[in-house]
Structures are given as structure tokens and as C-alpha cells.
């Protein structure tokens, strides 16, 4: 049983330069995640899927945009990369939100844009 | 606003000592609380969860939690702190029926031999 499976686990981009962050879930959660860790800062949240079919920004959206694609999978994307971006990405899911379940974690995706 | 405060960045104690890991929330209404550890170069994975079922919460690798809600208080303790108990811990909060989870910035524990 994987659990959260992140992809790819390090990249390094330039300034400009667009990808897509991966993430599967085997869990057959309903809600999933996306944030952003940086030193002294926490987990800032980027966008959540609460069900499959929606989306919604979280505190930090600018500069991504997310795809619910099926239940399973939540994909990140980078258009511009900036080197503000430069951070640590985790994926998580939940089995809902609002109801107290916690989060399973990816393993992260550590991103340097140079 | 929910919010979460973790008092120290860095907590330092011998092997064997107890460990205090501090955690104040704000919350309008009760929440639910959670602690996750946080090991080199790995994700977040739940040490333990507060649901209102009982303010005594116990979980994985010996660690536990009290919900003090006049205090707005959800410490970490472990009554004897081991090396491999090394890590980040982070305290979240998620209020009832929200659709997000506010984590505190982290606390790195250290255990000295």
C-alpha cells in the first residue's frame, strides 16, 4: 500500500521554465493538497480538492494552478517559474475535511529554481 | 482567524528526559488538533489527533497530548525522550466543518547523548 506518491522528488528549473508536480493517492480519500514548506514558515497551504471535480485556492495560490484529474490523482503546476518558488512541495489526502481525520503526507518534491 | 502558535523553534533535551513540545491555538469554536512528526528528509506522518473524544490524547512512539481548553493549550509530552526521537514536530489545527488545516511553523527537537 503506497499511500501518497509524489513525483518528481527533486528538480531544479530556471527562472521562466514550467512543470507539473505529480500526485497519486491509493487511499481512496476524498480530499487532497497541496503545500509548500519553507524554513521557520511551516506548511503554507497552495490549493485543496475537497471532492473530486473541485478546486479551491488555499493561502499562497499565486503562481500555480492545480487539476483534480480523477479521484486519485492532484497535479501542481508551475507556469513561470520564480526563484520565490524555490521551496520543499507536499502532497497530502484526507478521507474529508472539516471532520477531523488528518492528512497522509507525500514524501515531497524538494524544487530549486535557479 | 484560526491560528497556531508553537512555542520554540528548537527544544534541546538529554536522552531520557522528558519532552514538552508547546502548542497554543485560536479558534472560535472547539477544533480538532493534531500533532505530526516530521523526520530528515521525509513527510509529515500524524503522531496523534484531538476529536473531543477524550482531552488525554496518546499515540504513536510513546508521545501524548492534553486539550486544555482554558489555556488553549495542546502540549507534546514524552516522559523519556530518545534519540531516534529526533525530528520536527508540527502542531495544526482544523476547525469543525472548515476545509483547512493551519500548521504552526515547527518545532525541531534535538536529544543529546
Known amino acids: 500500500n503506497a499511500g501518497v506518491t509524489q513525483t518528481p522528488k527533486f528538480q531544479v528549473l530556471k527562472t521562466g521554465q514550467s512543470m507539473t508536480l505529480q500526485c497519486a493517492q491509493d487511499?481512496?480519500?476524498?480530499?487532497m493538497y497541496w503545500y509548500r514548506q519553507d524554513p521557520g514558515m511551516g506548511l503554507r497551504l497552495i490549493y485543496y480538492?475537497?471532492?473530486?471535480?473541485?478546486?479551491d485556492k488555499g493561502e499562497v495560490p499565486n503562481g500555480y494552478n492545480v487539476s483534480r484529474l480523477n479521484k486519485r490523482e492532484f497535479s501542481l503546476r508551475l507556469e513561470s517559474a520564480a526563484p520565490s518558488q524555490t521551496s520543499v512541495y507536499f502532497c497530502?489526502?484526507?478521507?474529508?475535511?472539516?471532520?477531523?481525520?488528518?492528512?497522509?503526507f507525500g514524501s515531497g518534491t524538494r524544487l530549486t529554481v535557479v | 482567524a484560526q491560528s497556531v502558535t508553537q512555542l520554540g523553534s528548537h527544544v534541546s533535551v538529554s536522552e531520557g528526559a522528558l519532552v514538552l513540545l508547546r502548542c497554543n491555538y485560536s479558534?472560535?469554536?472547539?477544533?480538532?488538533l493534531f500533532w505530526y512528526v516530521q523526520y530528515p528528509n521525509q513527510g509529515l506522518q500524524l503522531l496523534l489527533k484531538?476529536?473531543?473524544?477524550?482531552?488525554l490524547v496518546k499515540g504513536i512512539n510513546g508521545f501524548e497530548a492534553e486539550f486544555k481548553k482554558s489555556e488553549t493549550s495542546f502540549h507534546l509530552t514524552k516522559p523519556s525522550a530518545h534519540m531516534s526521537d529526533a525530528a520536527e514536530y508540527f502542531c495544526?489545527?482544523?476547525?469543525?466543518?472548515?476545509?483547512?488545516?493551519?500548521f504552526g511553523a515547527g518545532t525541531r527537537l534535538f536529544v543529546k547523548a
Open positions: 497530502a489526502s484526507s478521507s474529508g475535511t472539516g471532520l477531523g481525520y488528518g492528512y497522509t
Open positions: 480538492s475537497a471532492s473530486e471535480g473541485t478546486t
Open positions: 495544526a489545527v482544523e476547525d469543525t466543518g472548515g476545509f483547512k488545516t493551519i
Open positions: 484531538y476529536t473531543s473524544a477524550a482531552t
Open positions: 479558534s472560535s469554536v472547539p477544533p480538532y
Open positions: 487511499m481512496n480519500h476524498n480530499s
